[in-house]
């Protein structure tokens, strides 16, 4: 397995977490999980369901409160931070929730203008009508404007999510399963998709998914999670390799599961 820190010379990682440990009860979930994410990286997260993929990466944003370990992000050590500055490193890490999480009795456009209302200094000079149309036509959909989302496809759902993501043009990305519930054509447009704007924006991105074309399609680089740790971590490739028997039954488990 290669280590991160051999892809990228001398860079230094956006997001550092180290031995990350996350209870409910009896139930240990996280049991000392650790990542390193560098600027222009597509790493994702592969787990099982139920193995701690969303905990993870709320416990990265404290939307959840770890029990130990460290967070850093873009070199601040988030579990100390003031909620002000936790704030502002947030506007710098765009979170899409798994499903759309769209807000229901608002139109696309309210959808759009509701982070740029929470965070103005993030519009960076543009009027907020021109930025949400911008943002719109950059995923395509920019005549659902007034549209409600009851009104849109599970594939435009998701679209309007990203570009709700995008509008704060966040350094990090953060996707829980961005494929999850759409048909395989609707969800290879939406990975196609966030790789576009992530080569247009420069973002980089953490992707959490139990989607193995999804893997295998976005990712420069695997990490599993299993057994509450980063089990395992190299390209898709690499890993579809691997000779060590968790990793194969993992992804043989996967493959069935997916494909019958
Ligand atoms: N708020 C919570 N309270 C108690 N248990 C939780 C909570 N959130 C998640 N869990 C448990 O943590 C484990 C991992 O959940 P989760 O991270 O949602 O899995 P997934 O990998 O499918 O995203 C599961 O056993 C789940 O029941
Ligand atoms: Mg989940």
Redesign the pocket.
Known sequence: MMEANEHSSGQKPLIEIRELTKS?GN?Q?LCGFNLQLFPGENVVIL?K????????IKCLIRLMEPDSGEITILGKSVIHLDQKTLDQVRTEVGFLFQGSALYDSMTVRENLRFPLRRHPERKRGQEEEELIHQTLRSVGLEDAIDLMPAELSGGMKRRVALARTLILRPKIILYDEPTTGLDPITSNEIIQLILQLQKELGTTSLIITHDMDCARVISNRVIILFDGINYAEGTYDELSRSQDPKVRAFFKDINERLHG
């Open positions: 409910f139930n979930v787990g369901s139920g193995s701690g993929k969303s905990v993870l």
